[in-house]
């Protein structure tokens, strides 16, 4: 049971602690995203209108 | 795409495809994800919503993908010690908590509310694996772990998601320069790259020598 709660703290410790961090790096960025995946290049974002 | 077909050709060729079974499923969606970008893009070009849509949704994907790869390694490093089964609890629970802040975040949003959502839980579970990544890298140091397939790519894991957001600090510094621009692009290729290194040069039973403490007499 314990063990459990251990987990729970662990996990709600992380999330709080990376949306601490995403809101300290992006809070003053001009590029509102940051991509990690690929080669290829990162399209505009907002999204433009779909047609 | 080179690295990655080649890290996944070498895991199956060492018998470590199943071992390595999330690390390698990342490499094949990438794969996939860049051939179907790829495709696009020359056939509606950078700027148009298709590209775009296609961009964030496969980005998604992959970004659930690595956060499941990340599990996978801390699965492996916590396993002598009995505790995989609570790992993969914390990991539906930060799954599962991502993404229902995420949907706190786009609700008030009206319109494209699932592309809205698709680019927030991409950027949210990427945060989630780069402070993953940092607590693995403290486990690994505390266990003194010496397997080094596992050490390398826990490593690297690390190595990118740092340079990843250096790139993002760079480009918000600098936004003028255009060799930022095509960092992030080149940072892409650093995942496969070192991944394939380490399968290549290492076996699965390769360990690493902890350095040797000397007593000094004093």
Known sequence: ?51 | MGAGVCFVAFSVIRASFLKYFFLNLYVVLSLFADLLRQSILRFYGVESPQYSYAYYYTDCLLTIALFVAVISLASRVFAELRLAKYVRFVAVLLLLGTAGFSYAVVAQSSERLGTTFAVELSQNLYFVGLVLTYLLWGAVLKLQETRTRLVQMILSLGLYFSAYAGSYALLNLAPKYEVVQYLAPILGCFLPVSWALTIMRHTEDSRLTPARLVAVPR
């Open chain 1, 1 to 51: 049971m314990s063990r459990k709660l251990g987990a729970l703290a662990l996990a709600l410790g992380i999330l709080v602690g990376a949306m601490g961090l995403k809101t300290l790096v992006t809070a003053h960025g001009k590029t509102a995203v940051i991509m990690a995946n690929g080669v290829s290049p990162v399209p505009k974002y907002p999204l433009p209108p779909a047609n």
